[in-house]
């Protein structure tokens, strides 16, 4: 599961908790956790925190019961941050990867994700997860984006003018990635803006699940996790997806 709790899940990192609690993912990738709240110890689950330079920290966390062969930060300068680890499954060792990408200019979205994308290139078995703050070269986002405010729209439109930017997303498809959701995916698509949400967002999908073809054959199920605490535990629905082996 990925899920973007919202600068640390201040004042609601009880109900983050209980929406993890309700999934119960075996990994658990999470963005801004500004402060680095103790979710560790909240959702018996162990923790490893990318901090960063200039934005906010991510985390992969862990079940007790999964075995974890490697774990480390990509060196690169990204404005949040982003990690990495090994974990032992049935069907072999899987490299996870998660991270937040930048959340104002496409070109910079753009270099991160070929940043990520250089991570998992030799690993045979990979999932790539977070909020990568960029929209799908498959659908429409035209009508949507009209909706916004010029300010937040230009986060989403090429500097030069030439409609949506999907750069970012179209590179990882580019570089083989597959997006487990548009596999396998049931339900809604967006992941943003929950009842918590601020008047800048629209319904945009922003959180995404993409894995390497060998894994992304593993998985059986994606969908947005809503209702209960998601609706207002941060202003991102969190993202599920399940493998099996």
């Known amino acids: 599961m990925t899920y973007n709790i919202r ?13 993890v609690a309700e999934v119960s993912p075996d990994i658990l990738a999470v ?21 960063s330079a200039g934005g906010q920290p991510v985390g992969l966390f862990f079940a ?16 949040h941050a982003a990690a990495w680890a090994r974990v032992a499954t049935p069907g072999g060792p899987l490299t996870v ?20 994308a250089g991570v998992v290139k030799d690993r045979k078995d990979a999932v790539l997860l977070g909020d990568l703050n960029a929209l799908d070269p498959y659908s429409d986002h035209a009508a949507r984006l009209a909706t916004l ?4 729209r230009r986060r989403h439109e090429h500097r030069c003018g030439r409609g949506v930017d999907t750069r970012a997303m179209a590179l990882l498809a580019r570089r083989g990635l597959v997006d487990v959701f548009r596999r396998c995916g049931t339900g809604q698509a967006w992941t943003v803006p929950t009842r918590l949400g601020g008047a800048e967002f629209t319904e945009l999908r922003l959180d995404y699940v993409l894995a390497t073809p060998s894994a992304a054959g593993w998985f059986t199920e994606c969908r947005v996790v809503t209702g209960g605490a998601a609706e207002s535990a941060s202003d991102h629905y969190p993202l599920m997806a399940r493998a099996t082996w």
């Open 31 to 51: 963005q801004e956790l500004r402060g680095e709240p103790d979710l560790g110890a909240l959702t018996g689950m162990r923790a490893h925190v990318a901090r």
């Open 149 to 152: 405010s010029r300010r937040y």
């Open 64 to 79: 007790r019961h999964l075995r974890v062969l490697a774990a480390g930060v990509v060196p690169r300068p990204f404005f």
């Open 97 to 116: 990867v998660t991270a937040h990408l930048f959340p104002l200019w496409g070109r910079v979205r753009r270099t991160e994700a070929r940043w990520l």
């Open 7 to 19: 600068n640390g899940g201040r004042g609601r990192l009880d109900a983050v908790a209980r929406v």
